[in-house]
Structures are given as structure tokens and as C-alpha cells.
Nanobody
């Protein structure tokens, strides 16, 4: 049974940092598209970042570029989202998702949120 588990969320003040983790069981992150998404109350879910774990390509939403970094640890079968310079508008539930794929397919899947496996989410709250 495939399970994705996010962790690392919490409450921070504006300007602070958090590192989210996405760990998988029953599923190898090798050569996969692993995406991070978020959903704030009353808003639609949006893409944050995605990584092609086979080739290392990464893509970010414009508002996250320069502040967020997605990375992988293949030995731990884990993908991370380092979030710096957090703003109150970053407050949301953050989800990771996984799908088979490589390269630009990961970008397309991320844009369309076309992932087969999703975690339960971890809450991030940024206060001003």
C-alpha cells in the first residue's frame, strides 16, 4: 500500500523558515515526479514546486521562486521543501504528491495536478 506522509509544518512568524518533508512507504521515489501543493481556506489548491527525481529538474510557482527550494534524498526516499522568508499568505495546508514520470512531463503533471498519490497534508501557519 502506497502512503505519502508529510511532516514539518507548524506555526512561524513572518520572515521565518520551515522545512517540510514528504516520505513514502510502499513506493520508490526513484525516477518520479514529486510535487508540493498547497490549499488555503476558501481558495483552490495551487502548485508550489515539483521535482523530477530521476533527472533533478525542478519547477516553482512564480511567487515561491527564490524563497522555496525543493530537494530530494534518494537514500531516505524523501523529498523536502525548504521554505524561507515566509509570509502570512503562505499559510495553507501543504500536500505532497507523486506520479511516475520524467523531465517536462513532471511540469505538465504539476500544472494539471495530475498525480496518482497524495499525502494527507501538513499545516503551515505564518503570523504577521
Amino acid at each position: 500500500q502506497v502512503q505519502l506522509v508529510e511532516s514539518g509544518g507548524g506555526s512561524v512568524q513572518a520572515g521565518g523558515s520551515l522545512r517540510l518533508s514528504c516520505a513514502a512507504s510502499g513506493y520508490s521515489f526513484s525516477s518520479k515526479c514529486i510535487g508540493w501543493f498547497r490549499q488555503a481556506p476558501g481558495k483552490e489548491r495551487e502548485g508550489v514546486a515539483v521535482i523530477d527525481t530521476g533527472g533533478g529538474s525542478t519547477y516553482y510557482a512564480d511567487s515561491m521562486k527564490g524563497r522555496f527550494t525543493i530537494s530530494q534524498d534518494n537514500a531516505k526516499n524523501t523529498v523536502y521543501l525548504q521554505m524561507n522568508s515566509l509570509k502570512p499568505e503562505d499559510t495553507a495546508m501543504y500536500y505532497c504528491a507523486a506520479a511516475p514520470g520524467r523531465g517536462t512531463y513532471c511540469y505538465t503533471a504539476w500544472i494539471h495536478q495530475d498525480f496518482g498519490y497524495w499525502g494527507q497534508g501538513t499545516q503551515v501557519t505564518v503570523s504577521s
